[in-house]
């Protein structure tokens, strides 16, 4: 561009992905941009049109701040600059491999290097992609960290011209934990996800010794194959139900909590906390477990197992029972209302839709409708039962069937919710959720109160 | 932080989960925050690190802006701080627990305690957590209203900063209409929602009547138990066909009116806009119905009732018929098909898919896809029917069965859709939409036509 | 607004959908807004609360900005207008209705008719309607070029105040590349589309002279109704197994180019790299196909048919297998479990889902699991064929069955990516992704090193 010298201009050292896609966003927010290089002529093929490529130690005498996009083990190369490095405010854009790779944060060690610089951590979360695409949505937000208040101030006035919002997260001392964001693997899916494995394997074991290895033992049969699908397909809705359940058992029990202290201005336990952060996360494990079981329930027919059953049983002539053909379709009915919640649950919970709900909106599908998913699923499984409950032979062994085991929670979690939506507890409980406390008449809890319920 | 007197100050009144998110959020936004209570002794473990806490009245003296964090129940205690107050800018952050909950708005009942503040209405739309977590697409909006142009400017900055995008929505009187915001419950599902049942349970009766009572009244059977799932599968096809041609209806009946009026600057009758309005809800709840039509029909192999039946049937021998198989085929295959058209349908509803559609991507799933899934699904239907639409066996009690009763709808709008592909009247919508209006020549319509049709 | 006149002013020449929209929204930024018209009188009752109307003329004088929202054909009225238009900033918000609709960029055009004035193209990839409901994700950014760095960094300013982010596309000569925007149709979406076209075609065609000719050739039989179940049932499952192996091929086939190179920084061939960046496309496509085969495969005992089929066979009367038990059930329980991750991949492709996971996240969820629903998709397959690979029956008319022509690539994708992991080759492909040069230590890779590999 013609009349970049107009320009606020900032400097950008490196010129691989990250560094060119940051310098190109920066041009075309309208800020001039030098790229600093160590052999300056060879990068200048590379630079986005309308930069300029200068040697480092030219490149930072042209510009207040920075982005140093370079990585850790090169960083040596400041150390000669210093001088000229000196008053600027130098942003570490650097990520690691893995986890403590080094004793201290990359821009703990440039500051270190650096020592008359200003440096803050900060655009690291961002991927160069995300840089050439936009921001959009979650990677909006852009975490800073450093020593400085004017340096963050200017980091954060460039990063709302780039269409990011800047949060300052503190001292440099943060910066470690900013660089480990980009290594996070899951984490808050890993206790669902264990729980799910837990009780899959649990259970599975637990069916394999009362359908297969006692129908082997007692009656010397081989039903081995029934593993693939019949063991799958009853493991899979014991562990949907359950999971399900667990999602909306600490909601349940941070009402008694609060019903039993009678106030909401202490802290939940901190397991309860944690319980009740993976709401979501169980639920939507429960999601997935019910969508295989619905996938196994479907292709039944189609097994050959089925098949030849089916031709075996044609020449026994029986007589039709209305009463089973009731049982059957309601526990079918129930079961696809069931999941057709649960599939409308999930869709609620996609990020890009929960951010068109009000937070009426969203407590009422994720509470009222969760609920009535939970009971349709109970009611469905208690039909499957049915009269088998009073049968002394469905106790194989002496031990219940697995959707008895799993019957358990799930019918706890209702009654309890049972009592909470009675009249006189509810009344009780939407007061301390206002921020009324029992007994607390002295203390004046004004200022204390949040606003949303 | 130690150099935060450098630092533009804002103060948060109200030390609750909103107040100290707010707060929060304005630190790492690198405001300066100075927390207001009145027990600034006790709050101050709770608040922000990096946050003053005082007593209220010299909290005030130290910012401009003072957003009140406090329920409108404890407003009183402004009262006596209104000569500190004179000249600064309150913004009202509260929220109703129901509409019409006090007879003016909480901004205005907080502009009459403190006459000489200037009260701005805003941020109330956002909860603690939304604060806390960042602004994302829906709720980035931030809406603010209030007398004073500055004040408002004012609170409009600091919503930049924090990384949402105020907007003006007019004078104080607007405040009621924001203080609803939180508290719509589907507002724009509920016409559609009421169709749906009021389709459902018309069809439910009627099919209840000629099924299952013409069954017992005629041969004294009692079919009572099909209600759960045969009834089911036949309601749930019948409404889903329904709602997707009301969902096409309104666009082709405006096209219509368009041609007859003969330009497109006269407003549709109201009807036909609050229609044009929900048809993406009609959609989706079409789909919801064709989701559960195709779980209510793939289950049917596993009924205890077509188990009985396929082993009664056993001893028939029938001769093989090509073209019921050719009809069957087709049939299962023209509903498969239109049902993952309908799926891709709803996942192009998803607001964070829309966003990554040009104008013209959207009108071609939405228009072209929509009509063709339309088609598919009456294609279905028809050949369901095949050729019982011509025996008179079909019309027990005289009455019509139900999908015949469906078709009506779906084969209007696609012949009313029929006639405006035809080359003649496309052409003549086309140059209406792009601004020709019929007869008017004399009129210059230059600036006042919309740049996208 | 009483006292508007403090506000900054901008203009908007144009009263219809786009100029009342944009207005609408500068005046809830707070901006203060006159709309240019031809008939101000006439035109004042549509404009928006707050705004003023004056002609042309006047309104021009009251502001430095001026939208032009008045369609192309329309440009001439502003001829005589240049002498007062001289030095204002014109942005140019109009589209095309088709691609080349005219010799020259609608902005350029604008240029030439006024001179004096700075045209910067801009906001014309928003519509009427996402200007009323605020930005969202995709469309949050604003594009704009133009000559003037100046004029540009104005209309920045207001894209920002607007809730936008702008960004600089360069020289009034791009104009033409950002009216082409919103008329694009899927440009991502041509090539696997037709990938997936001509696959369905031609193993449609292969099929259907295996089997439906054969059979009418061979024996005489017209089973011609299998077309519309049988035979889609067939191409459904092979065209999205190889789409799904087409969409994991590329990153191996890039793995063994930069290992074979021993570097990451030469660019891959031209086809390869428009081949890596319709990945996601393909494995979507995958997708849809592999849900059609589970749609088509779960209504298989509802065909006329097989039931048909059914009752003929009872009569045999065969001995149970436990190894086609295992051997079926297992088959079915693989494409289970490869359709549930298939599912999961589909929903983390969802762009809203996308912008919550981390880069390693994302990779780990699209490289990890992908290749595992590929392995299990695969295994599927192969056990479906089972036994039947060895006998020559298969081989009707010495052609080979579609599912084995099927297996070739995601085969040798399976067997490319298991090489890749083994330990040794593993290590050099992380190195060179690292940075490492193979032969370059006298280079100093240094400053040439993006952050995230």
């Known amino acids: 561009m013609d009349n970049s010298e107009e320009l606020e201009r900032v400097c950008v050292f490196g010129t691989g992905d ?82 403590n790779q080094y004793p201290e944060a990359n821009a703990e060690y440039l500051q270190s290097l650096v020592p008359g610089a200003e440096v803050v951590k900060g655009f690291n979360t961002l991927s160069a992609w995300s840089l050439q695409n936009g921001p959009s949505d979650a990677n909006r937000q852009v975490y800073i960290c450093g020593e400085s208040v004017e340096a963050k101030q200017a980091v954060i006035a460039v990063a709302i011209k780039l269409g990011f919002s800047a949060l300052d997260q503190g001292f440099l001392s943060v910066a470690r934990e900013l660089e480990d964001f980009p290594l996070q693997l899951f984490p808050q899916w890993r206790l669902p996800l264990r729980i799910a494995i837990g009780l899959s394997a649990a259970f599975f074991f637990y069916l394999l010794i ?49 019903l039993y202290r009678g106030t909401k201005y202490r802290r939940f336990p901190d397991w309860l906390d944690r319980w009740m952060l993976c709401r979501k996360q169980l639920g939507l494990l429960a ?55 649960y599939v409308l649950l999930g869709i609620t919970s996609l990020p890009s839709v929960i951010n068109t709900l009000s937070w009426r909106e969203f407590s009422f599908i994720q509470s009222k409708l969760g609920h009535l998913t939970l009971l349709l699923c109970t009611a469905h499984t208690y039909l499957y039962g049915w009269n088998r409950f009073l049968s002394s032979s469905t106790y194989k062994w002496y031990t219940p069937p697995g959707y008895m085991l799993c019957l358990v929670l799930p019918s706890v979690v209702l009654l309890l919710k049972l009592l909470l939506i009675t009249p006189c507890v509810d009344r009780t409980i939407t007061r301390i959720r206002q921020g009324w406390e029992r007994g607390a008449d002295q203390r004046n809890p004004k200022d204390s109160q949040p606003l949303i319920p």
Not at 71 to 97: C, I, M, T, W
Not at 251 to 256: C, D, P, R
């Open 18 to 99: 990250m560094g060119r896609s940051l310098g190109l966003r920066l041009l075309q927010a309208g800020y001039g941009v030098v790229f600093g290089s160590r052999r300056p002529h060879s990068s200048s093929s590379l630079i986005p049109h309308g930069a300029q490529v200068l040697g480092h130690a030219a490149a930072s005498q042209s510009a207040h701040l920075i982005f140093i996009a370079v990585q850790r083990e090169h960083y040596d190369f400041l150390v000669p600059l210093a001088n000229q490095l000196k008053g600027k405010v130098l942003v570490d854009l650097s990520n690691n491999l893995r986890k």
């Open 210 to 258: 009362r359908d297969i290895i006692y129908a082997y033992v007692t009656q010397s049969k081989d039903i081995s194959f029934r593993i693939m699908v019949s063991l799958a397909n009853k493991v899979c809705p014991i562990v949907s139900l359950i999971m399900l359940s667990l999602c909306y058992l600490p909601g349940v029990l941070a009402s008694f909590l609060q």
């Open 287 to 341: 999601l997935g477990f019910a969508f295989l079981h619905v996938l196994y329930t479907l292709i039944i027919p189609i097994r050959y197992y089925v098949r030849f059953k089916a031709t075996e049983r044609t020449n026994r002539t029986t007589q039709f029972d209305t009463t089973t053909a009731w049982r059957g379709d309601s526990y079918l009915s129930l079961g696809i209302l069931g999941f057709g919640l």
